[in-house]
């Protein structure tokens, strides 16, 4: 995918093979971490996961992005709320949670956008999408100035010690930093934040 072409964008052309094969590699094991940690039935996960999938795919075109931050995530987390209300209404069963709660009382907590488990749904989509998207950008860059964005702006030291540790000045390593990140803000456009 062209690094100018945002992950949303490519998913508007349904032909494009390739955006949907990325969408399935991106969320696949995000949602079946999640469904896992959960407690949903191992058994149960990859349908879940399938189902989730194919209805983002046949209802895309009707997704609005709208202008607000983090819209694909909500509607995503809502298709994932909606597929695990009909998977177990289609067994005619309903889960335990861990613990022994009621697993439907975590899909309507999941489907409440205000609820605390919708809101660490937000955060691990971001972490989850954030680092799928790194590893697809990072081809983009030298290895220094990689290593510049990655010692500055992930493991947190200034950016004087990373110049002095790299050779570089202070002032490239804030272009370093501010190149990787407009390159994953552009594809990752309307996924995170």
């Known amino acids: ?20 094969t990325q969408l399935v590699d991106l969320y696949s094991p995000l949602i079946q ?24 795919v046949r209802r895309f075109p009707e997704f609005k992005r709208e202008p607000r931050t983090g ?38 907590e999941l489907a409440d956008p205000d609820s605390g488990l919708s809101k660490e749904w937000d955060r691990e989509h971001d972490q989850h999408v954030t680092q799928y998207l790194l590893k697809q950008i990072r081809v983009d860059f030298s290895d ?31 272009i370093a930093k501010s190149r990787v990140m407009a390159a994953l803000r552009e594809r990752g456009r309307g996924l995170i934040g």
Do not use: Y
């Not at 309903?94 to 439907?104: H, K, R, W």
């Open 71 to 108: 819209a694909f995530r909500g509607w995503l987390r809502t298709i994932t709320a909606n597929c695990l209300r009909d998977h177990w209404r289609k067994k005619n069963r309903q889960p335990a949670a861990i613990g022994g709660t009621d697993f439907g009382g975590v899909v309507n």
């Open 33 to 56: 971490r999640w469904l896992k940690r959960h407690g949903a039935a191992t058994s149960d996960v990859d349908d879940v996961v399938q189902d989730v999938l194919a209805v983002v």
């Open 1 to 20: 995918m062209d690094t100018s072409t945002s992950f949303l964008q490519s998913l508007q052309h349904a032909s494009d093979e390739v955006a949907w």
């Open 144 to 174: 220094k100035t990689w290593r510049a964005f990655q010692r500055f702006a992930i493991d947190g030291c200034t950016a004087d010690q990373v110049g002095r540790e790299l050779e570089m000045t202070t002032n490239a390593v804030f």
